[in-house]
Nanobody, 117 residues
Framework: QVHLVESGGGWVQPGGSLRLSCVAS????????MGWYRRPTPGAYRELVA????????NYADSVKGRFTIFRDYAKNAIELQMNNLKPEDTGVYSC??????????WGQGTQVTVSS
């Protein structure tokens, strides 16, 4: 079983920065793509924010390109999301996602990010 633990959420004013972290308890090399999704409001669909594959290819939502950067530490089975120039529309619950080599998806509990003045 893969467990994902997130940290780094919080409140920030527009234009500010936050860095999210996610560590997966998994066997080395057992994870394929890892990424971050967000749910803007309760009941809304989770939307992809950023993801990174096992070979380092990245994919970002159009709304965050140029502001967010995803990093991956393969040795630690961890990813981080550096979020700069945050906007109120970035508010939501951010969840870490990981796909394993059995093509199963795993989710973290989520961390709240609030951008407001």
């Amino acid at each position: 079983q893969v467990h994902l633990v997130e940290s780094g959420g919080g409140w920030v004013q527009p234009g500010g920065s936050l860095r999210l972290s996610c560590v997966a308890s998994a066997r080395p090399g057992s994870l394929l793509t890892m990424g971050w999704y967000r749910r803007p409001t309760p009941g809304a669909y989770r939307e992809l924010v950023a993801e990174i594959t096992r070979i380092g290819a990245t994919n970002y939502a159009d709304s965050v390109k140029g502001r967010f950067t995803i990093f991956r530490d393969y040795a630690k089975n961890a990813i981080e999301l550096q979020m700069n120039n945050l906007k109120p529309e970035d508010t939501g619950v951010y969840s870490c996602n990981a796909e394993d080599t059995d093509w199963e998806e795993h989710w973290g509990q989520g961390t709240q990010v609030t951008v407001s003045s």
